[in-house]
């Protein structure tokens, strides 16, 4: 007997976001494994305590980069678009089904008018390096553009040494498609020039002791 499936597609239900994500997902495992936290601590000087619009969440910039490089996804764009309609995303990301996640145009602006490459260098290798420790980059390989780089022999070290390596390469990868999309879609490409500034409370401190230097004299 042929059965008609009825569409349910406006149907109300009372659900959480947290129900709806399987326990053993990868995403749930390296949230467990990995502090993310952190990431506070590798820019809080790259923001301004009390001045200027709320910005996104640095965390969640890292982790959208992350997931685009965990699952293959072909572009930064990409991720953003994905993120918007994947519940698991969302969730790892720590937005509701209905929360506006963040636009591509304000992920480039982040990294390239406020971090720095040095920043991202340290933020990437770090988030590998945790991902390494809790077990999740296999022992005989390190995960790098979409390529396994196969270990030697002593595997733990390999590891160790190609964890740098892929930060670099994520972070430089991250910049040339932020100035190629920006290119594509008729927009200036970032100049290398604009370093990202620190916070207006470092700027202050590093005026006042020049003013100190200046009474000095």
């Known amino acids: ?49 009390d001045n200027g619009r709320p910005s996104v969440d640095p965390v969640v910039l890292f982790k959208m980069v ?3 490089h965990l699952y293959g996804l ?19 990301l720590g937005y509701g089904l209905t929360d506006e996640t963040p636009h591509f145009s304000t992920i480039s602006y ?13 933020i990437f290798a770090w988030i590998l390096s945790e991902a390494a420790e809790a077990g999740y980059l296999k022992p005989e390989a390190v995960f790098i ?16 040494i190609e964890v740098p390596v892929a930060a670099k390469r994520y972070a430089d990868e991250l910049l040339e498609e932020i100035n190629k999309d920006r290119q594509e879609h008729g927009k200036k490409p970032f100049d290398d020039d604009d370093t ?3 916070s207006g409370k470092k700027k202050d401190n590093t005026s006042k002791k020049k003013l100190k230097k200046l009474r000095k004299k």
């Open 110 to 122: 982040n990294f390239r008018h406020r971090f720095n490459a040095d920043t991202i260098d340290k």
């Open 196 to 198: 990202p500034k620190t």
């Open 74 to 92: 072909p572009s930064l764009r990409r991720t953003a678009d994905e993120v918007s309609l994947n519940i698991a995303y969302r969730w790892f």
């Open 1 to 49: 007997m042929m059965q008609r499936r009825y569409e349910n597609r406006y149907q109300v239900e009372m659900i959480s976001i947290e129900d709806l994500v399987p326990h053993d997902h990868l995403l749930r495992q390296i949230s467990e494994a990995v502090d993310f936290s952190k990431i506070y601590e590798f820019v809080e000087e790259l923001y301004c305590d």
């Open 145 to 160: 553009d979409g390529t396994h780089i196969k270990a030697n022999a002593n595997t733990k070290k390999k590891i160790e």
């Open 66 to 68: 992350l997931i685009q």
